[in-house]
């Protein structure tokens, strides 16, 4: 099937947001989620996804849902579960060095969670302390709050602060 038209681009997904520039951004979950999330929605935001050249997308769902997806689509992805009852401590050990890794070079990767929530802020803001994009806790903080337009909570915070005392 070749797709034409405007529609061969897809559509960005909801709460797109650049953390670095062309390299790292977030969103909420292609298609949604919980009643809200629609089949056809997750196809066409995955095609964007595919079409604006990343190279892996990493999302933090709990569960494995719809990863086929991705694989359907030609979508590099990796599965990193972070729910509510799993250690921030490890997942933040796990993802700081891996996007590193990823995004060296021509790198350009899509960090998900169901919706995009203090968790994900706070990874992302975190991983900038962490990489040494920024020097401060404090700074990293609101450098995400402003990239967001959206306050981040104690738990965001919190992953932040655990971010700095995390090793190379």
């Known amino acids: 099937m070749v797709l034409k038209g405007k529609w061969a681009q897809g559509i960005?997904?909801?709460n797109f947001a650049w953390i670095l520039k062309d390299k790292l951004?977030?969103?909420?979950?292609?298609?949604?989620?919980?009643?809200?999330?629609?089949?056809?929605?997750?196809?066409?935001?995955?095609?964007?996804?595919?079409e604006q050249g990343f190279t892996r997308v990493v999302t933090l769902i709990p569960s494995p849902h719809n990863l086929h997806n991705y694989d359907e689509m030609g979508v590099a992805w990796r599965h990193l579960p972070f729910g509510p009852h799993d250690d921030p401590r490890t997942v933040a050990i796990t993802l700081f060095p891996e996007l590193a890794e990823l995004l060296a070079g021509d790198?350009?990767?899509?960090?998900?969670?169901?919706?995009?929530?203090?968790?994900?802020?706070?990874?992302?803001?975190?991983?900038?302390?962490w990489a040494g994009v920024v020097p401060l806790a404090p700074q990293a903080?609101?450098?995400?709050?402003?990239?967001?337009s959206r306050q981040m909570g104690p738990l965001g915070r919190d992953l932040v602060a655990l971010a700095a005392t995390i090793e190379h």
């Open 12 to 14: 960005q997904p909801r």
């Open 107 to 129: 790198g350009k990767v899509l960090v998900h969670q169901d919706e995009l929530s203090d968790r994900v802020a706070g990874l992302m803001a975190g991983y900038l302390l």
């Open 141 to 148: 903080t609101s450098v995400v709050e402003r990239l967001l």
């Open 25 to 50: 951004a977030v969103c909420e979950r292609p298609g949604g989620y919980g009643a809200n999330h629609r089949r056809v929605r997750r196809q066409e935001e995955i095609i964007w996804i595919r």
